[in-house]
């Protein structure tokens, strides 16, 4: 039987709610809307507090919101929904005069009817920017606290205590990396910053040399630099540098000075090997 390869998977669609109390306005919004393969539209309202309580049941990642309507204007039922919950907002209304309002409240766009369909487009495609920033903002702050908990919670704090440099997390290009101390070949500092270089790739970790040689196992890291630790299984040999100083060559060929006030570790190390 023939596979059949699968492509890469599709984002998820906007999920958008149309409010405004004139059914032909709502009607306008979603044939354009049904245009876009990416929306999918979760309901209609025709008022401020119908609006409200979709929102807070089907929570829609944007909403085309009209300004004055009878009993509930849109902004009383943002005040309803709460910010923290309020999803983006692309305002449509007749009347000008609401605009400094609608920006106040972090309104995404703010369509004045009539408008015709490139203006609807342009509302829309910033509508979907600003909700892909915010969920990439969401991701951030949730990785940012996982981390902090990770490695500052008590419990886990005493865990790392039992088992130093087993494990080191580190926060790169929006994803904690769990790296295991036997893949990392050599550290280096770099300003407020550690540098891992893990098979040709460098990671960043803001963290101390100091705080960081505390934590790695001595058995298997040795400093031979104030700002260079390094993986013994990965050490090859010790080259002549000049004036009488080595360098320490990896297995990779990576060539890091060996500083002569680390002498000492290393002779040490020597001395256990012959």
Do not use: C, F, Q, V
């Given at each position: 039987m023939k596979t059949i390869p699968l492509g890469p998977p599709t984002a998820p669609r906007v999920r958008t709610l149309i409010v405004d109390?004139?059914?032909?306005?709502r009607r306008g919004v979603r044939l354009l809307l049904e245009r876009d393969p990416t929306v999918e539209i979760v309901g209609e309202a025709a008022g401020g507090a119908e609006a409200a309580e979709i929102i807070k049941r089907e929570k829609p990642d944007l909403v085309f919101l009209d300004v004055q309507m009878p009993g509930c204007d849109g902004f009383e039922a943002l005040t309803k929904v709460g910010g923290a919950a309020s999803p983006a907002v692309v305002f449509v209304t007749a009347y000008d005069e609401h605009a400094l309002r609608a920006f106040e409240v972090n309104a995404v766009d703010y369509l004045l009817k009539p408008y015709d369909d490139a203006r609807f487009s342009a509302a829309l495609q910033r509508a979907k920017h600003a909700i892909r920033q915010r969920e990439t903002e969401n991701v951030n702050s949730r990785l940012t606290q996982l981390l902090d908990y990770l490695q500052h919670d008590p419990a886990r704090a005493a865990a790392r205590d039992e088992l130093p440099g087993d494990r080191i997390l580190i926060k790169s290009s929006g994803e904690i990396v769990f790296l295991k101390a036997d893949e990392i070949d050599w550290i280096e500092a770099e300003g407020d910053y550690m540098k891992f270089h893990v098979a040709g790739r460098a990671h960043l970790m803001r963290e101390t040399?100091?705080?960081?040689?505390?934590?790695?196992?001595?058995k298997r890291f040795l400093r031979i630099h104030r700002s260079t630790i390094v993986n013994l299984d990965r050490m090859r040999k010790l080259s002549p540098s000049f004036a009488g100083e080595y360098a320490v060559v990896l297995?990779?060929?990576?060539?890091?000075?060996?500083?002569?006030?680390?002498?000492?570790?290393?002779?040490?190390?020597l001395k256990q090997a012959f």
């Open positions: 109390d004139e059914p032909a306005a040399m100091a705080r960081l040689e505390a934590r790695l196992d001595p297995h990779d060929g990576t060539k890091l000075k060996l500083s002569r006030g680390y002498h000492e570790r290393i002779n040490a190390l």
